[in-house]
């Protein structure tokens, strides 16, 4: 049995990044991501050893906002400080013991835990969570609502550049017609073989995705997330016969069950900030392999540290069950790691090294908003 020192959290501190998007996204009932702050948490040690997360809620999107941490940074430091953060789950049992729910807050502190817990161990994240399955991980890249033309465009750059899986993003306008005219131009530009899903992020009413819905029918497509509920997206799946992938619905057991029951999980979108970090979300990704359901497994927004968290769960996940991951940090400026993997012909692998593989220089995140210590 190995022996561990006897490690000891003794500070946290807490940064506010604002990340910029390449291409502001436009997206249903007005949600847009131009910037968007993203919250970096560094927990500490007596030994030396430091753990990273992050957390970066898009504004409207979840119950979460970026400004919301910091409070519960404070309100957590006593049950944090002083703790040994090797064995992250007794700890997180007594996090959400102290402060239940904020789990976009919670996610932070237990990816930062998971990447101190592999440095403490001296092995990477996805070693801790059963083994490396593969390789590197297919990723899709997601085209902001815009021209159908434009759109097309782009997603014509990004099949030249390797990727196999394109998310268009619908309804910013109102227009079911013009949804249709962009799901149809991009399957058009590009070709067979590759994956394309159209998004709604729950703005669609069940009559207009359903309508888009039978008029793409022909059309080897996807739906995501037309509606707010699981009922109104399982009678839309019903009534297009188009496979469904599920994203704001599902972010816990008790909604991954019920979309399972209601026939409307082919895919999902399992987000580290709604489950609350990589302790939750390794168990959701273990039921969605229960029920044979495709994941992409990925967060809100981010830049590095959020993706490498989300790439050592799915390295860590059988290869067939994975449908994608998403390079958050490819999206974004700046880099919080720009030594960090980087895209490569549509894929992605995750950070080498102990713990997360990611490393963010405090110097370049400015001044912090909250320094705590024991």
Request: glycine letters at 8%; one cysteine or more.
């Amino acid at each position: 049995m190995t022996n561990f020192p006897d490690i000891r959290i003794s500070a946290l501190t807490l940064w506010r990044v604002p990340l910029t998007s390449h291409e502001t996204y436009y997206m249903a009932s007005g949600k847009t991501c131009a910037t968007v702050d993203s919250m970096v948490l560094r927990i500490d040690t007596d030994t030396g050893l430091s753990g990273w997360g992050e957390v970066c809620p898009i504004p409207h999107y979840l119950p979460a906002y970026a400004r919301g941490v910091a409070p519960a940074l404070e309100e957590l430091a006593p049950v944090l400080i002083g703790s040994n953060p090797v064995g992250v789950e007794a700890l997180m049992t007594a996090c959400r013991s102290h402060l239940q729910g904020h789990r976009y807050a919670q996610s932070a502190i237990d990816i930062a835990l998971w990447d101190l817990t592999g440095k403490a161990c001296g092995v990477p994240v996805y070693t801790l969570l059963g083994g490396r399955q593969c390789s590197d991980l297919p990723l899709y890249h997601s085209i902001t609502c815009i021209d159908p033309d434009e759109m097309a465009r782009m997603a014509q750059e990004a099949i030249a550049s390797g990727m196999r899986q394109i998310q268009v993003k619908l309804g910013a306008d109102d227009d079911w017609q013009a949804d249709v005219c962009r799901l149809k131009k991009v399957r058009e530009a590009v070709g067979g073989g590759a994956l394309v899903y159209g998004d709604w992020n729950c703005g669609a009413t069940r009559l207009d995705a359903t309508r888009v819905g039978r008029a793409v029918a022909d059309l080897d497509l996807m739906l995501e997330q037309p509606c707010a509920t699981l009922e109104e997206c399982a009678a839309v799946r019903a009534a297009t016969g188009l496979p469904m992938k599920l994203d704001e619905n599902a972010h816990d057991m008790a909604t991954l069950l019920k979309a399972y029951e209601l026939g409307c999980m082919d895919a999902v979108a399992l987000k580290l900030s709604k489950f609350g970090g990589i302790t939750e979300l390794r168990r959701a990704r273990d039921l969605c392999l229960h029920f044979g359901a495709k994941m992409c497994v990925e967060d809100t927004w981010g830049s590095d540290i959020a993706t490498a968290a989300a790439l050592h769960v799915a390295a860590a996940t059988p290869p067939g069950s994975i449908m994608n991951v998403c390079d958050l940090s490819g999206y974004v400026t700046p880099r919080l790691d720009p030594e960090a993997p980087s895209r490569n012909n549509g894929r992605l692998a995750p950070p080498q090294g102990p713990g997360l593989g990611v490393w963010p220089n405090a110097d370049d995140l400015g001044d912090p908003v909250l320094s705590l210590a024991a």
